[in-house]
């Protein structure tokens, strides 16, 4: 069983950075990791991966060259390091996942575990 609790979100302005921190509770090192995000009025989307050895990592296109995700299995924590923030980036901000695989990619289906999410929203 894994838990998961988001934490850094809050209100910026464009052009602000934000690192977005993710708590997991119970066996966290064998897990594929994700963030995703829920703009307001749209679907769910992929936002970036990480895999269990850190090896290999994969962005949204929106996210390339702004975000970088990252974990410290460690510190069971995983990362989103968001800079040059846009107002398109508001959303809520949920972290994912995987009991079963070392590397998930961007299927949301992939993840089995999610937080309850954290609000990012920001000013132009």
């Known amino acids: 069983q894994v838990q998961l609790e988001e934490s850094g979100g809050g209100l910026v302005q464009a052009g602000d950075n934000l690192r977005l921190s993710c708590a997991a509770s119970g066996s966290f090192s064998s897990k594929a990791m994700a963030w995703f995000r829920q703009p307001p009025g749209k679907e769910r989307e992929f936002v970036a991966a990480i895999s269990f050895s850190s090896s290999m990592r994969i962005y949204a296109d929106f996210a390339k060259g702004r975000f970088t995700i990252s974990r410290d299995n460690a510190k069971k924590t995983l990362y989103l390091q968001m800079n040059s923030l846009k107002p398109e980036d508001t959303a809520v901000y949920y972290c994912?996942?995987?009991?079963?695989?070392?590397?998930?990619?961007?299927?949301?289906?992939?993840?089995?575990?999610w937080g309850r999410g954290t609000q990012v929203t920001v000013s132009s």
């Open positions: 994912a996942a995987d009991s079963n695989r070392n590397w998930s990619g961007s299927y949301a289906t992939n993840y089995d575990y």
